[in-house]
């Protein structure tokens, strides 16, 4: 049968950290932002539709 060895995560070439962590933070920010415009949406909607 093969081998299976297991991947050594901490000197795995071509991590490229700083892009993972913008990519999160950019994750963060409109996460937030898409729920504060929802929320805003839902309390229009309950203001001028009712």
Not at 15 to 28: I, K, R, V
Not at 30 to 40: D, E, L, N, P, S
């Amino acid at each position: 049968m093969s081998d299976h060895n297991e991947v050594a995560y901490t000197t795995a070439d071509g991590m490229d950290y700083p892009a993972h962590e913008q990519t999160y933070e950019g994750f963060l920010m409109m996460t937030k932002y898409g729920t504060i415009a929802v929320i805003a949406i839902v309390a229009l909607m309950a203001i001028f539709l009712t």
